[in-house]
T-cell receptor, first 110, second 115 residues
Framework: GENVEQHPSTLSVQEGDSAVIKCTYS??????FPWYKQELGKGPQLIID?????GEKKDQRIAVTLNKTAKHFSLHITETQPEDSAVYFC?????????FGTGTKLQVIP | KAGVTQTPRYLIKTRGQQVTLSCSPI?????VSWYQQTPGQGLQFLFE???????NKGNFPGRFSGRQFSNSRSEMNVSTLELGDSALYLC??????????????FGPGTRLTVL
């Protein structure tokens, strides 16, 4: 089955700096790659997603890149703010079967 | 539009008992997926239902089962509970019709504690 690896597991940045989280997947059939943010006591919330026919997508301070050849995708958050502190999960989906990465705990230091 | 709702939010059970969790998807969504989240194993896919049929299944034992009703509401059942079943159980809904490229929206989860 699909295997998704996510790095780093923890990440501390100063407010205003950028944060980058990287993921790799194993199954070339995966065609949908969402990123979720999970705050304490809440369910994951979609922050951005990318489909396999797109290489890059940006939404304000958040961007995602996908390299299908290398089977890796990354999340970039610019101008980080304290409210960005949370656990972030990448995921890879094949026909609605979603495999999640192990999560990255992001801490933004004011 | 109302989000995904899950009931109950918290449950405490003892080993050997069974439990049923409920999920109401976003209006118009026909796909409901269930996930187990634990500190050790992370987020793991249990199964997905679409139009009352199980369409996908993860690698969980048969003690974990589910169903979906004609109004797309879904229930998940765990029989003969074990200590290791303690987890946050998350439900996610989506339209389910975009070849696996649907956005899934998660509910707040049900926190199950098995004593």
């Amino acid at each position: 089955g699909e295997n998704v690896e996510q790095h780093p597991s923890t990440l501390s940045v100063q407010e205003g700096d950028s944060a980058v989280i990287k993921c790799t997947y194993s199954d070339s059939a995966s065609n949908y790659f969402p990123w979720y943010k999970q705050e304490l006591g809440k369910g994951p919330q979609l922050i951005i997603d990318i489909r396999s026919n797109v290489g890059e997508k940006k939404d304000q301070r958040i961007a995602v890149t996908l390299n299908k050849t290398a089977k890796h995708f990354s999340l970039h958050i610019t101008e980080t703010q304290p409210e960005d502190s949370a656990v972030y999960f990448c995921a890879a989906s094949i026909y609605q079967k979603v495999t999640f990465g192990t999560g990255t705990k992001l801490q933004v230091i004011p | 539009k109302a989000g995904v709702t899950q009931t109950p939010r918290y449950l405490i059970k003892t080993r050997g008992q069974q439990v049923t969790l409920s999920c109401s998807p976003i209006s118009g969504h026909r796909s409901v997926s269930w996930y187990q989240q634990t500190p050790g194993q992370g987020l793991q896919f249990l199964f997905e239902y679409f139009s009352e049929t199980q369409r996908n299944k993860g690698n969980f034992p048969g003690r974990f089962s589910g169903r979906q009703f004609s109004n797309s509401r879904s229930e998940m059942n765990v029989s003969t509970l074990e200590l290791g079943d303690s987890a946050l159980y998350l439900c996610a809904s989506s339209l389910g019709t975009s070849g696996g490229q649907d956005t899934q929206y998660f509910g707040p989860g049900t926190r199950l504690t098995v004593l």
